[in-house]
């Protein structure tokens, strides 16, 4: 039976089977496990191992290499699980020991230890894919936009439109459900950052992004939109929480996605995003390709 620990880098799928999910582990064709090398005379377990993308980052201390993994803090029940059950599982299926910091100090990192770097390989592998599985149960904490706010016509006519519902007195509706003229925006996407580092890595991201779409020829064009109509963002009307307007022209939403387009493939390449998390947005079609 392969395991985890037999494999470099090891990927996996995740398998609906019922109502559970599963992780399956992706067997190389050309694999060749340790038992059988070493009967050819292949494996030899003094073989300097070949240096892969973390191995700079391992320190060797006592008789275990260490890895420092970068992990938001809010990530780390997760990994631990009900009276340690996840934590156990990780160890006992990768060989490595995880050390979490204490929930008090609200570090964002935790310690890989094994005596075989594939050992760490194997354990970050399954922690990344636990996490990626997880956040889905996080709330999102930022939202990325474009500010609508600058034109003083557009802030009277949002005014008039907030005095005139108002007026009209319809039942469960009055001025504190609507938001500020001043704070109108066009959402771009929400974002879940949870760590500080997260946080510095996002401000980052954005200078970068500002050079290149400062650079594209559509940066100097007006930018006009019609926005019609009300819509919410559930399809139960009976359950809404927000209720938007916008713009259903093709040549807006060509120009937006352009743009969209090259701030999603930065956000994901930083790891601020996930693809699926934004087709959970409905920002991606179901194949993620649009």
């Keep these: 039976m392969a395991l985890p620990q037999d494999i470099e880098d090891p990927k996996f799928d995740v398998v609906r089977i019922g109502p559970c999910m599963y992780r399956k582990l992706i067997i190389p064709d050309n694999l060749q496990f340790k038992c059988d090398a070493g009967q050819n005379g292949l494996f030899d377990e003094d073989d300097e191992e070949v240096d892969r993308e973390l191995d700079d980052q391992m320190t060797y201390e006592g008789d275990e290499w260490v890895l420092k993994l970068p992990i938001a803090a809010v990530f ?4 631990v699980g009900a009276k340690a059950r996840n934590k156990q599982k990780l160890e006992m299926e990768s060989g490595a020991r995880i050390v979490v910091p204490q929930k008090e100090d609200q570090q964002d990192f935790i310690w890989l230890r094994g005596r075989q770097k594939q050992q760490i390989y194997s354990c970050k592998a399954q922690i990344e894919l636990l996490c990626e599985r997880e956040e889905t149960k996080l709330e999102y904490t930022h ?3 474009v500010p609508l706010a600058y034109d003083d016509k557009f802030r009277r006519k949002v005014e008039e439109f907030r005095e005139d519902v108002v007026l009209q007195r319809f039942e469960g509706i009055d001025a504190s459900i609507f938001m500020p003229s001043r704070r109108m925006h066009f ?14 890595e996002m401000k980052e991201a954005l200078r970068d992004l500002s050079a290149q779409i400062s650079a594209t ?3 100097n064009r007006p930018l006009c939109a019609s926005l019609r109509g009300l819509h919410i963002m559930t399809d139960d009307p009976s359950d809404v929480g927000v209720v938007f307007t916008t713009d259903r022209s093709t040549a807006l939403q060509n120009r937006m996605n352009n ?3 090259m701030i999603f493939d930065m956000l994901k390449a930083r790891g601020l995003v996930s693809q699926q998390n934004l087709m959970a947005q409905r920002l991606l079609s179901s194949d993620g390709a649009h």
């Design 187 to 200: 959402t771009l996407c929400m974002l879940k950052l949870h760590s500080h580092a997260q946080v510095e």
């Design 143 to 145: 939202f990325l936009s």
């Design 259 to 261: 743009v969209s387009d």
């Design 76 to 79: 780390h029940k997760f990994i």
């Design 217 to 219: 020829a559509d940066y």
